[in-house]
């Protein structure tokens, strides 16, 4: 690239048993919600990506990590959006 810049966008990968189980397809939105002391935290629009080969795994970024300080969350949960 010449010029611009790359944005990550948060998302989650799952293989077809796991959206199944959360009824979503490749291309839908979910939720996150960290439950973390004093800073619990919601993240709209997690892009869903589905692969046989994928294992369920969220990828959010070190600031947003950060910021629900995940590293101490007690909760996490997806929730389908829509």
């Known amino acids: 690239m010449k010029e611009g810049i790359i944005r990550a966008t948060r998302h989650v990968h ?3 048993s796991d959206a199944a189980f959360y009824g979503v397809k490749a291309g839908d ?3 996150l919600l960290v439950e973390s002391p004093k800073c619990s935290t919601r993240f709209d629009d997690m892009l869903v990506r589905v692969d046989p080969s994928f294992k369920l795994e969220v990828h ?3 600031d947003e990590a950060n910021c629900c300080d995940l590293v101490r969350a ?3 949960e997806l929730i389908r959006q829509g």
Do not use: A, F, L, S
Request: charged share 25%; net charge positive; aromatic share 0%.
């Open 14 to 16: 799952m293989n077809p």
């Open 29 to 31: 939105n979910m939720t």
């Open 74 to 76: 007690k909760r996490c």
């Open 60 to 62: 959010i970024d070190t």
